[in-house]
């Protein structure tokens, strides 16, 4: 069992529907990652936020809108998908600051299908 | 422009074998390479990492070998297994300011262990 936890599994919906993607993690961590990735490829990093505040955005398109209530969360907020953005979604989390070297811990993601 | 490079893209060993995968990075700045292991259906785990001021780091059946002059680094598998089997990743990141948070992912080798 992975130590991030991601809902739903599974998500399908239309390119019209406003849904939301949870990640939630209760090992202190004060960086929280959203990460895109498609079938047979390496996860593409999309958001970071470091200490509840986004640090950094990889120029994601508006449709995807991220937010981190608190420190233990982290959601993605969803409208108006193109069916390229079928993917599985992953949530990972690590500490923050210092030497490099804290690893990533990842979810075991959302597979959305955009219909 | 990928800026770590990963060969194979495919494996197949048989059980008991050796499992062999090569990456090489081209930004000096990186100091941590990590790799993770992700099955089916489920997010990337970490399995084994290094820094550059070591040349081997070894757990259990799993060794890293680094060569800092080649900017070269692999992944070991002793006594491969069927459980083995998956796609492994190994990434890279640098440990200055804002470029700790990002890990640059190679593009994966799907090892298959044959029983």
């Known amino acids: 069992d992975t130590e991030v936890t991601q809902t739903p599994k599974h998500l399908v919906m239309g390119m019209t529907n406003k849904k939301s993607l949870k990640c939630e993690q209760h090992?202190?961590?004060?960086?929280m990652y959203w990460y895109k990735q498609k079938a047979k490829k390496p996860p593409e990093l999309m958001f970071v936020?470091?200490?509840?505040?986004?640090?950094i955005n990889e120029s994601v398109p508006s449709r995807f809108s991220p937010e981190c209530p608190n420190s233990s969360l982290l959601n993605l907020h969803l409208h108006a998908l193109q069916p390229e953005d079928s993917a599985l979604y992953l949530c990972a989390s690590s500490q923050w600051g210092g030497i490099g070297n804290q690893p990533q811990h990842f979810g075991d993601g959302t597979r959305l299908s955009i219909l | 422009q990928q800026q770590v490079k990963q060969s194979p893209q495919s494996l197949i060993v048989q059980k008991g074998g050796i499992s062999i995968i090569n990456c090489a990075y081209e930004?000096?700045?990186?100091?941590?390479f990590p790799w993770y292991q992700q099955f089916p259906g489920k997010g990337p785990a970490l399995l084994i990492a290094?820094?550059?001021?070591?040349s081997e780091k070894k757990e259990g059946r799993f060794t890293i070998s680094f060569n800092k002059s080649a900017k070269q680094f692999s992944l070991h598998i002793m006594d491969s297994q069927p459980g083995d089997s998956a796609t492994y990743f190994c990434a890279a990141r640098g440990s200055s300011g804002g470029s700790n948070y990002k890990l640059t992912f190679g593009k994966g080798t799907l090892l298959t262990v044959n029983p």
């Open positions: 936020y470091s200490y509840e505040k986004l640090s």
């Open positions: 930004n000096t700045a990186f100091d941590y």
């Open positions: 090992m202190g961590h004060r960086a």
């Open positions: 290094i820094r550059p001021d070591v």
